[in-house]
């Protein structure tokens, strides 16, 4: 089996297992890897964080960015763009979001302030799958892996436990993150 049959399969296995999580696990366990994720340095140290707007099927960075925002740190969210790739924006308001391109919430570009990657200490990123190497996969399309080529910003993925692997499958332009956050582990490389 190739590497992208690999990914293919494991997409498959692993996006069916995150939507069986009910609702209410869900949210605890997206609430505990927060939690877990802000005493880390990579957080503190962090000015300016990249999250996301997560799907119902995702762990949700909410709770990180609430306390993100509270301690006035600057949080900025990908708007995906045409070409593959991630705008950057700022929210003028927690209201300034739009139903994007994949019905993901997005920042509203007419509400907000664009960014460059270099601004960002913190990415923290969605997936599929993770291992403890740190290895991510996401959904495919590649936005992320071109967004974190070159990028200097410490990068972490949040995930459920259940999206924990013995191995993600590897092309040679896949990013490892340096940490990998669930309720229960922090795995870093």
Same mark, same amino acid.
């Given at each position: 089996?190739?590497?992208?049959?690999?990914?293919?399969?494991m997409?498959?296995?692993?996006?069916?297992?995150?939507?069986?999580?009910?609702?209410?696990?869900?949210?605890?366990?997206?609430?505990?890897?927060?939690?877990?994720?802000?005493?880390?340095?990579?957080?503190?140290?962090?000015?300016c964080?990249?999250?996301?707007k997560?799907?119902?099927?995702?762990?949700?960075?909410?709770?990180?960015?609430?306390?993100?925002?509270?301690?006035?740190?600057?949080?900025?969210?990908?708007?995906c763009?045409?070409?593959?790739?991630?705008?950057l924006?700022?929210?003028?308001?927690?209201?300034a979001?739009?139903?994007?391109?994949?019905?993901?919430?997005?920042?509203? @570009? /007419?509400?907000?302030?664009?960014?460059?990657?270099?601004? &960002? $200490?913190?990415? !923290?990123?969605?997936?599929?799958? =993770?291992d403890?190497?740190?290895?991510?996969?996401?959904?495919?399309?590649?936005?992320?892996?071109?967004?974190?080529?070159?990028?200097?910003?410490?990068?972490?993925?949040?995930?459920f436990?259940v999206?924990?692997? @013995? /191995?993600?499958?590897?092309?040679?332009?896949?990013?490892? &993150? $340096?940490?990998? !956050?669930?309720?229960?582990?922090v =795995?870093?490389?």
């Open positions: 089996m190739t590497v992208t049959e690999q990914k293919k399969a997409r498959v296995t692993l996006r069916a297992q995150c939507k069986a999580l009910p609702a209410p696990l869900r949210e605890a366990l997206s609430r505990a890897a927060c939690e877990r994720l802000v005493g880390l340095s990579l957080f503190a140290d962090a000015a964080i990249l999250a996301y997560a799907m119902p099927h995702e762990c949700d960075p909410q709770g990180l960015v609430d306390l993100a925002i509270r301690l006035g740190k600057r949080v900025a969210f990908p708007v763009g045409d070409d593959y790739t991630l705008r924006l700022l929210p003028s308001a927690p209201d979001f739009v139903k994007g391109k994949y019905g993901i919430w997005e920042p509203d @570009p /007419a509400r907000s302030e664009t960014i460059q990657s270099e601004a &960002l $200490d913190l990415i !923290v990123l969605p997936g599929v799958a =993770f403890a190497a740190c290895n991510r996969l996401g959904q495919g399309a590649g936005y992320y892996d071109r967004l974190l080529t070159g990028a200097r910003a410490r990068k972490v993925g949040v995930a436990p999206q924990i692997v @013995p /191995a993600v499958p590897m092309d040679v332009h896949d990013i490892p &993150l $340096d940490a990998v !956050v669930t309720a229960d582990t =795995f870093s490389r």
